[in-house]
């Protein structure tokens, strides 16, 4: 049985929305010492142009596993990803990816951290430094172009990785956990900034994480997966207003939301469901 969720399918409508990402009957089997490990299966999903998902569940569920198989990092063992109407059988420009680890570059400036995907690409020096100068500013760190990692905190680091990632002004953006070793509050101020840049610039994103409440805020949509083997079992609309306050997270329907999604994950606690 194939885990899927389509509108289209569901209302028995023959002619589909157009989809940037379909991921059609995934399948990953890991073969190792301990013998064949089914990390995913037959997991479809669909996600329209500048939607922004969220994928939630308990650790060891699959999520890091989707997420790599969708941006062609890892192969599927059965099952195919179309971006665009295109197979995805290995990481594209069209993609990008934010890992939870900052892994810039310690020898390179902010500036250089951030032409690089454009210095591979053969973008002469002049315009790379033009597109990073303007990505730069967008994230909020004009004047620390001359910076290096060392000098950054955390969440500073961070937002070079999503200008870095953005510089392609890539179809598909994939997020694991990118906030996640962050404090508290400075990952709240993560989430304002990353809708900011999103607004601006509406890629389609797919981002996994382990807080309910950062999913119910940033997402239109809350996939929530179980596993091992991982399936996606539950889809949650967030019906909330754009643009998202903090606010939002002490209101009821938020509330409610969050509510729904742990309870799709299993975990409901008997005090009730507020912001974590």
């Given at each position: 049985?194939?885990?899927?969720?389509?509108?289209?399918?569901?209302?028995?409508?023959?002619?589909?929305?157009?989809?940037?990402?379909?991921?059609?009957?995934?399948?990953?089997?890991?073969?190792?010492?301990?013998?064949?490990?089914?990390?995913?299966?037959?997991?479809?999903?669909?996600?329209?142009?500048?939607?922004?998902?969220?994928?939630?569940?308990?650790?060891?569920?699959?999520?890091?596993?989707?997420?790599?198989?969708?941006?062609?990092?890892?192969?599927?063992?059965?099952?195919?990803?179309?971006?665009?109407?295109?197979?995805?059988?290995?990481?594209?420009?069209?993609?990008?990816?934010?890992?939870?680890?900052?892994?810039?570059?310690?020898?390179?400036?902010?500036?250089?951290?951030?032409?690089?995907?454009?210095?591979?690409?053969?973008?002469?020096?002049?315009?790379?430094?033009?597109?990073a100068r303007a990505w730069i500013r967008l994230v909020g760190l004009e004047g620390y172009e001359r910076a290096y990692p060392r000098q950054l905190s955390g969440g500073m680091q961070q937002r070079v990785?999503?200008?870095?990632?953005?510089?392609?002004?890539?179809?598909?953006?994939?997020?694991?956990?990118?906030?996640?070793?962050?404090?508290?509050?400075?990952?709240?101020?993560?989430?304002?900034?990353?809708?900011?840049?999103?607004?601006?610039?509406?890629?389609?994103?797919?981002?996994?994480?382990?807080?309910?409440?950062?999913?119910?805020?940033?997402?239109?949509?809350?996939?929530?997966?179980?596993?091992?083997?991982?399936?996606?079992?539950?889809?949650?609309?967030?019906?909330?207003?754009?643009?998202?306050?903090?606010?939002?997270?002490?209101?009821?329907?938020?509330?409610?939301?969050?509510?729904?999604?742990?309870?799709?994950?299993?975990?409901?606690?008997?005090?009730?469901?507020?912001?974590?």
């Amino acid at each position: 049985m194939s885990h899927t969720f389509s509108m289209s399918e569901a209302t028995g409508e023959t002619a589909p929305r157009d989809y940037v990402l379909r991921a059609e009957g995934l399948t990953k089997v890991y073969n190792g010492g301990q013998g064949h490990v089914l990390a995913l299966d037959d997991v479809s999903l669909q996600v329209c142009p500048g939607e922004f998902v969220c994928v939630v569940g308990a650790s060891g569920c699959g999520k890091t596993t989707l997420l790599r198989v969708l941006g062609g990092l890892v192969p599927p063992t059965r099952g195919r990803i179309l971006l665009g109407g295109e197979p995805v059988t290995a990481p594209r420009r069209r993609i990008g990816f934010v890992f939870q680890r900052a892994n810039l570059m310690p020898w390179r400036t902010v500036l250089r951290n951030v032409t690089l995907p454009l210095e591979i690409a053969g973008v002469s020096r002049a315009e790379a430094e033009e597109r990073a100068r303007a990505w730069i500013r967008l994230v909020g760190l004009e004047g620390y172009e001359r910076a290096y990692p060392r000098q950054l905190s955390g969440g500073m680091q961070q937002r070079v990785v999503l200008a870095r990632a953005l510089i392609h002004d890539p179809t598909l953006l994939l997020l694991d956990e990118p906030f996640g070793a962050l404090d508290a509050l400075t990952r709240e101020r993560m989430n304002l900034e990353l809708l900011r840049i999103w607004a601006v610039r509406r890629p389609t994103v797919v981002m996994v994480t382990h807080s309910i409440p950062e999913a119910v805020f940033l997402a239109d949509r809350v996939l929530v997966m179980t596993g091992p083997p991982g399936r996606i079992s539950h889809e949650i609309q967030v019906d909330l207003e754009r643009p998202r306050t903090l606010q939002m997270m002490y209101d009821e329907r938020f509330a409610a939301l969050a509510r729904r999604v742990r309870q799709a994950i299993g975990t409901l606690v008997n005090d009730g469901v507020g912001p974590e």
